[in-house]
């Protein structure tokens, strides 16, 4: 579901994030909750340990495979944001990052284990520009993204993925 609305005026509610259209109206981002989950690749045994060996990576998904907010690739994306207290740096307060795909959903890896280690996952976390805008939203400049699907959060709303996808030229 898609909400257009003039962009003279901040967002509603707090938590909100909307893209901003060359024509000034506004979409609303797709909002989801992301799901934890895993997988493991095929564990071999280690004789001299005794043990069986695997990797194992998690994950945050949501559903779909691409987001129903587009927009063209080689344009900056404009976003407003209302967040609680836009006083605050805002690297501290929103994180942009791509995602993967599958058949049916699109993901970010958080962690990988194995029998040894556990290292960070692979998020690609992109550079923005934020200026205040009205009383307590941002206004967000993303330039150079390539084709792919995306996704903003907010500090202290963890889960929640605001979603959009670029098309390729």
Do not use: W
Not at 48 to 55: E, M, R, S
């Amino acid at each position: 579901m898609s909400v257009c609305v003039q962009a003279q005026t901040e967002p509603e509610f707090v938590g909100s994030v909307f893209l901003l259209m060359p024509d000034s109206t506004t979409i609303q981002l797709e909002r989801q909750n992301a799901v934890g989950g895993e997988t493991t690749n095929a564990a071999s045994y280690v004789p001299y340990v005794g043990l069986f060996a695997g990797k194992t990576k998690t994950m945050s998904k949501v559903e779909g495979v691409a987001s129903p907010v587009r927009v063209s690739a080689g344009t900056a994306i404009t976003l407003i944001m209302r967040v609680g207290d836009n006083t605050l740096d805002p690297t501290l307060q929103l994180s942009v990052f791509k995602l993967e795909q599958k058949k049916t959903f699109r993901f970010v890896e958080t962690a990988q284990y194995t029998l040894t280690s556990t290292t960070q996952g692979k998020i690609q976390y992109f550079p923005f520009t934020a200026k205040k805008f009205g009383q307590s939203s941002y206004i967000v400049t993303l330039t150079g993204l390539g084709a792919g699907e995306y996704a903003v959060i907010q500090a202290g709303s963890v889960g929640m993925f605001h979603l959009f996808g670029v098309n390729s030229l």
